[in-house]
């Protein structure tokens, strides 16, 4: 996207055991529904840990994730 580019970004993944890696799939020029149910699963702080992750700084996970339900 070039120096200075700043937008929301989704990307959806599947992982791949054989592999072992993750395969982008698809990616969406804004933000996606999915990242409302992993704030809420995830708790607070999932935009910190994304930040930090983009910019090369370590990523903390404390916690656990929750299950949540959603209506198709």
Known sequence: ???GTFAWLG???LYAPH???WLIIEANPR???SFS???IAGGHGL???MLRACTGKAIIREGHWDAI???V
């Open 1 to 3: 996207l070039g120096p």
């Open 11 to 13: 990307f959806d993944l």
């Open 19 to 21: 592999e072992q890696q």
């Open 31 to 33: 933000m996606t529904t």
């Open 37 to 39: 149910g992993l704030a």
């Open 47 to 49: 935009m910190d840990q």
């Open 69 to 71: 339900a959603f209506q």
